[in-house]
């Protein structure tokens, strides 16, 4: 996947040169498959963040939506032409989007990004995905990889998805894009949520956050550790049906990062899974889960978090048990069958 990848990357770098679509960075591996857990082995998804950033004469600015809460913080991008009447914009024959006449921007260069991909002036997450859908669909046989493999589109509505194959073996994949908060491993992000979102709302992502602490764990955790076993034991579809993956990556996450690397290895198992189920049934019992990035100021210094998020308050995944009792009486039912 990542080969294939970077394959893309060089592409997109070729086609998209003095364009004014965003440029798209190379891709980071995130989610389940890239640390090393996907809870059905079967049926693996592998998801990569694209990260994009502004064409020339344009920039990107993040807007926080008023209804925007933790964890799950929502966030526009609002695109903001700029003068571009430099020495070096014009040795590229570019013209300035604000100080040339719009008569002659539209008979001699490309349209603006705001009249290609943008609601407004706002870039919109369903026109990207199609725009890059279509990109993957016409460079794929320029790739090496074509030779051999099969490629197949698969319709998404905020993400561009695919799978090759080549008889034997299928990959799915899953590129989703967004434009990263800062320096930071944080991101807005195009990644699908139950609930629908608007066109133009992009929902804030810890992916590569998390892919990296996973990383970090892994550079030091024994041989033998089972600590992935572990979380792959209690996501799989038929034992963790009535949690969240997301719930029980979050329980486990706290725990490796409380619980010495040392202890989870192959005679801990079952001590480590008492230790999870534990966990959770605190949880429930409390209705209170703490996100594990959001307000986490001990995480390593690799693992780089915008001011605001590294002090937000702690926030509480389990917040709507706390304020529904019915929901509580479920999840205390669904841990029982657990």
Not at 127 to 138: D, E, G
Request: net charge positive; proline share 6%; charged share 20%.
């Amino acid at each position: 996947t990542i080969d294939l990848m970077n394959n893309f990357t060089i592409s997109f770098r070729h086609i998209l040169a003095n364009t004014f679509y965003p440029v798209l960075q190379r891709a980071i591996g995130v989610g389940s498959a890239f640390e090393g857990w996907s809870p059905r082995e079967q049926d693996v998804v592998y998801q990569v963040l694209i990260p994009m950033t502004a064409p020339q004469g344009h920039s990107f600015h993040l807007e926080l939506e008023p209804a925007g809460h933790r964890p799950m913080r929502k966030f526009r991008i609002r695109v903001q032409q700029e003068c571009t009447c430099s020495s070096e914009q014009q040795s590229r024959n570019m013209l300035c989007f604000l100080h040339h006449p719009e008569e002659e921007l539209r008979t001699n260069q490309d349209p603006s990004l705001l009249h290609t991909l943008c609601t407004g002036s706002y870039l919109n997450v369903e026109k990207t995905a199609r725009w890059i859908s279509q990109l993957v669909r016409a460079i794929w046989l320029s790739l090496p990889q074509s030779r051999n493999w099969y490629f197949v589109h698969l319709p998404s509505r905020r993400s561009c998805q695919f799978k090759v194959t080549n008889g034997r073996q299928t990959y799915r994949i899953e590129m989703l894009f967004g434009v990263q908060q800062g320096n930071s491993d944080v991101f807005v992000s195009s990644q699908p949520r139950p609930a629908y979102s608007p066109s133009i709302t992009w929902l804030e992502s810890f992916d590569v956050a998390e892919m990296k602490f996973f990383r970090y764990i892994a550079r030091r955790a024994p041989r033998d550790s089972l600590h992935l076993k572990c979380l792959q034991f209690f996501t799989h579809p038929q034992l963790g049906s009535g949690f969240s993956t997301y719930t029980m990556k979050t329980i486990v996450m706290h725990l490796l990062w409380t619980t010495p690397v040392s202890q989870w290895g192959r005679r801990d198992f079952v001590r480590r899974l008492t230790h999870i189920s534990k966990k959770l049934s605190d949880s429930v019992i409390s209705t209170n889960l703490n996100h594990f990035i959001v307000g986490n100021q001990t995480l390593p210094e690799e693992i780089r978090l915008p001011t605001e998020v590294l002090m937000a308050e702690p926030c509480n995944l389990f917040h709507d048990l706390f304020t529904d009792p019915v929901a509580h009486s479920q999840a205390m039912s669904l841990y029982m069958e657990l």
